[in-house]
T-cell receptor
């Protein structure tokens, strides 16, 4: 079983829709949960960072972590064409060794 | 300020040749990472440098891969006797410390082995 599983997509949504992305992981030792956004031919950039279970909101973005079910979610409200990218979930043990998923490709159609 | 800089941005090489990929991290960042991203795959950890500590080489896929970091700054990833399966994007990242500070990635070197 891979450490981190993500459905690569692509997920196509109309502009303004809510985007829901999910990630599951296998290692209960993960404590920190990050989402990175990667535009085509660019390096990933940190989008959201949460510790342990719970929700975190930042503008149009909300990250949720449910450690009991080893499930991580990212929601994007009022999606924009500029949100078209690949979203990588990356849980961590806490020593900065991140375990990246394959990423969810999102396409927001104007 | 300047981000993580990688060079070259693209590299095409013939099978069996050696290649060197360069990473210039953000000034002041003590931690430096190399990852590999193959088509349709997630980021694969290769190697991690933290300050003056011995590097964590546990992700290097074979002894054809090596990396060094000189003076705690610039890093070079070397692939000897390249194979077609080495074709991928090689990403470098740095962070302020090795303890959960965010990783800042460069835009990668796209390596194609023909």
């Amino acid at each position: 079983q891979k450490e981190v599983e993500q459905d690569p997509g692509p997920l196509s949504v109309p502009e303004g829709a809510i985007v829901s992305l999910n990630c599951t992981y296998s290692n209960s030792a993960f404590q920190y949960f990050m989402w990175y956004r990667q535009y085509s031919r660019k390096g990933p950039e940190l989008l959201m960072y949460t510790y342990s279970s719970g929700n975190k909101e930042d503008g149009r973005f909300t990250a949720q972590v449910d450690k009991s079910s080893k499930y991580i979610s990212l929601f994007i409200r009022d999606s924009q064409p500029s949100d078209s990218a690949t979203y990588l979930c990356a849980p961590s043990y806490g020593n900065n060794r991140l375990a990246f998923g394959k990423g969810n490709q999102v396409v927001v159609i104007p | 300020g300047a981000g993580v800089s990688q060079s070259p941005s693209n590299k095409v090489t013939e099978k069996g040749k050696d290649v060197e990929l360069r990473c210039d991290p953000i000034s002041g960042h003590t931690a430096l990472y190399w990852y590999r991203q193959s088509l349709g795959q997630g980021l694969e950890f290769l190697i991690y440098f933290q300050g003056n500590s011995a590097p964590d080489k546990s992700g290097l896929p074979s002894d054809r891969f090596s990396a060094e970091r000189t003076g705690g700054s610039v890093s070079t990833l070397t692939i000897q006797r390249t194979q077609q399966e080495d074709s991928a994007v090689y990403l470098c990242a740095s962070s302020f410390t090795g303890n959960n500070s965010p990783l800042h990635f460069g835009n990668g070197t796209r390596l194609t082995v023909t």
